[in-house]
């Protein structure tokens, strides 16, 4: 898949990967007003065309994402509707709901709004450079995109709580002791280390995939017989694939499924 036009972001297919790279180093990545469209764009074609099978986002430069571009910080458009806020939930809504596995390479700072992108992914790896925090109590305000939701079922509710509150930042070694981030590397290692894991997503079932992510997601807000219901249609669906006949068959075979996608 290819993306033109884009002017704050990188965008390039690694196989079955897509390479999302914010890039604005020279402001360690800060998202502007402008910078959501494009990020809403990418992410949306990328959750549309079958032939990107996992997403990769890392930073550009010694950052990740710095959050809100603060030079235009929470400013409006005509509409209430079209505030930094909105647009961003609607990104933030749609890489938590994206039908493919997602990892994040954070590579450098992490913090407000960067912080939540980077809770959006299945699984996080970090560099030893990495620091991430929910700032957003150091300014006044409250957590603005999604860090109030995602943060706590990633770490739980009072470690959530003491980080929200203080907006303390958090170091990659810390991250990584209270499940934050799946693995830390040294910085030369990062890159290639999540997308090692990217590509062992993408190499798998990608439909499966999707199913068991959109149930994992719901489980936070259901009942468990909800949740059972929900892994029936999901099996239903799985077995109107091509993947399923094929796992099923290289069972038999006693050899390593070839999985397409489909």
């Known amino acids: 898949m290819e993306i033109?036009?884009?002017k704050s972001l990188t965008w390039h297919m690694d196989g079955a990967v897509g390479v999302l790279t914010l890039n604005r180093p020279e402001r360690l990545n800060a998202i502007a007003n402008r910078d959501i469209d494009e990020l809403d764009r990418v992410v949306m074609l990328a959750g549309r065309d079958?032939?990107?099978?996992?997403?990769?986002?890392?930073?550009?430069g010694r950052g990740f994402c710095s959050g809100a571009d603060v030079k235009?910080?929470?400013?409006?458009?005509?509409?209430?509707?079209?505030?930094?806020?909105?647009?961003?939930h609607r990104v933030i809504t749609r890489l938590y709901w994206l039908p493919k596995p997602v990892v994040a390479a954070v590579n450098g700072v992490?913090?407000?709004?960067g912080c939540d992108l980077a809770l959006t992914a299945d699984m996080r790896f970090a560099s030893t450079a990495a620091r991430f925090g929910e700032v957003y109590a150091q300014r006044g305000i409250c957590p603005d995109a999604g860090g109030s939701y995602l943060l706590p079922r990633i770490v739980g509710e009072a470690r959530a709580a003491e980080l929200i509150?203080?907006?303390?930042?958090?170091?990659?070694?810390?991250?990584?002791?209270?499940?934050?981030?799946?693995?830390?590397?040294?910085?030369?290692?990062?890159?290639?280390?999540a997308m090692e894991q990217a590509r062992t997503f993408a190499a798998g079932p990608t439909i499966a995939i999707g199913e068991a992510k959109q149930n994992i997601r719901r489980s936070h807000s259901i009942g468990i017989e909800e949740a059972l219901r929900g892994e029936l249609?999901?099996?239903?669906?799985?077995?109107?694939?091509?993947?399923?006949?094929?796992?099923?068959?290289?069972?038999?075979?006693?050899?390593?499924?070839?999985?397409?996608?489909?």
């Open 4 to 6: 033109s036009g884009l």
């Open 110 to 113: 992490a913090v407000g709004a």
């Open 233 to 262: 249609r999901a099996g239903r669906r799985c077995a109107e694939t091509e993947d399923m006949t094929e796992g099923l068959r290289a069972a038999v075979e006693k050899r390593a499924p070839i999985f397409r996608g489909r």
């Open 50 to 60: 079958p032939g990107v099978r996992a997403l990769l986002i890392t930073g550009a």
């Open 72 to 88: 235009e910080w929470h400013a409006r458009a005509d509409h209430e509707e079209e505030s930094w806020p909105a647009k961003m």
């Open 165 to 193: 509150y203080t907006g303390r930042i958090v170091d990659a070694a810390e991250a990584l002791g209270i499940g934050l981030v799946t693995e830390v590397v040294a910085p030369e290692e990062l890159l290639g280390r």
